[in-house]
């Protein structure tokens, strides 16, 4: 009777001690698992930010790009217009000659005169201050009494343009004035024998 009791209580035991090693063996498993969940969330935390910062810096570029795809013409400057602009040119004798032209009708006749040609006018001197010759056109004219100095260039009726290397009174239409040349470098090339000018535009 006791041996048998002896063996019921041993095997009691035994069970008692295998449930309670099983319990052991799971606990950890949990823990384990609460553990793992506590560090997996701050790491997708983290990866979230990561993303949205990514997608920011790649779609601003993007935009800026866009507001730009369309360039701006410039307009010229004045400077750069005030060079496009034509200028009569005048040449003595094939030596050229910087010409401050009058803003008046005989003028602006003369530039679109030349227009499509370059004009070349044979000079005679006369007077020992100054060369004439016919320009092959009638100008407007406005003849105004006018003392000439070396260097004027004037309209005579209507017709004869007149290169000073002196001075002469008389009514004439001012064209313009070379300024480039001195009174002793003008009478250098008009004062000895006929010469010829062209003039360009």
Known sequence: MK??????????????????????DTAPSEATRDTVSVTEKPTVATE????????????????????TEEPQEIPPTQAEEVQQEKVLEMKIAGTPVTVA???NDAVAALKEYCRDQILTI???????FEQVGSI????PQNDV??????????????????????SNSWAYTRLGHITDKSQDELTSLLSNGDVSITLEY
């Open 3 to 24: 041996k048998p009791l002896c063996i019921l209580l041993f095997v009691i035991i035994i069970a008692v001690l295998a449930g309670c090693g099983k319990a052991n």
């Open 48 to 67: 979230a930010p990561t993303q949205a910062a990514t997608v920011a810096v790649t779609q601003s570029p993007t935009q800026m790009v866009d507001a």
């Open 101 to 103: 032209w009058e803003d």
């Open 122 to 128: 044979p000079l005679s001197m006369y007077g020992g």
């Open 136 to 139: 092959g056109t009638t100008l």
């Open 145 to 166: 009494q006018t003392t000439t100095q070396s260097g004027d260039i004037v309209l005579y009726s209507g017709n004869q343009i007149v290169v000073f290397y002196g």
